[in-house]
């Protein structure tokens, strides 16, 4: 199965990736966005942002894993990881 990624509005094929390759994408992804949480509490602690803190930093952790500390059942990176290692190989 051929899938499309676009880039600059141009559909480019991409190969199908399998479960490992899937999973190690997220994982990757999911680190950059912790990385990227880390760099938004510095710029909101340095700035006293706490409007910042509450309404777009928590949204992002919630959104980056189970590990959040807050009250939520959003679905995040964890739950999709999840979802694809349980997935019936077809």
């Known amino acids: 199965m051929v899938q499309h990624s676009y880039e600059g509005g141009i559909a480019m094929p991409t190969k199908t990736l399998n479960r490992e390759e899937l999973i190690t994408q997220l994982e990757e992804a999911q680190a950059k966005l912790y990385e990227a949480i880390e760099n938004l509490e510095q710029v909101a ?21 189970s590990d959040h500390g807050y009250l939520s059942n959003d679905f995040n990176l964890d739950a999709w990881i999840k979802q694809i290692r349980e997935q019936d190989t077809e």
Do not use: Q
């Open 45 to 65: 602690r340095a700035t006293h942002d706490s409007h910042a803190d509450a309404y777009l930093i928590a949204h992002l952790k919630i959104l980056a894993g």
